[in-house]
């Protein structure tokens, strides 16, 4: 089982960016997803989560901005960021908790960067 985040890159503050997180391997089914962002210096943090069920939870600094959805047909989660800010610029990775056919974990893709210029 992979998980693969891409779709970063460099935006304008106040600009638009949408991340993606593609699965592959062999998954029976997927639970909570999450995308989480380090900082230049800082810790990772939490951005937001959603459920199987499309239930999702935001960082107050990203709450009212950015949006977390998911295809379970495609087993694909997204993060559309929208007015975005200088402070949003991190490395974003994404993470899914998986059942596949013979393991169930929390399995993390690669990061892919997001930087916004003033």
Do not use: H
Not at 8 to 16: S, V
Not at 92 to 118: H, M, P, R
């Amino acid at each position: 089982v992979q998980l693969q985040a891409f779709g970063g890159g460099l935006a304008q503050a106040g600009g638009f960016l949408r991340l993606s997180c593609a699965t592959s391997g062999s998954i029976l089914s997927i639970n909570d997803m999450g995308w989480y962002r380090r900082a230049p210096g800082k810790e990772r943090e939490l951005v937001g989560s959603i459920t199987r069920a499309g239930s999702t939870n935001y960082a107050d600094s990203v709450k009212g901005r950015f949006t977390i959805f998911r295809v379970n047909a495609k087993n694909t989660m997204y993060l559309e960021m929208n007015s975005l800010k200088p402070e949003d610029t991190a490395v974003y990775y994404c993470n899914a908790d998986i059942q596949s056919y013979d393991y169930k974990g929390v399995y993390w893709g690669q990061g892919t960067l997001v930087t916004v210029s003033s």
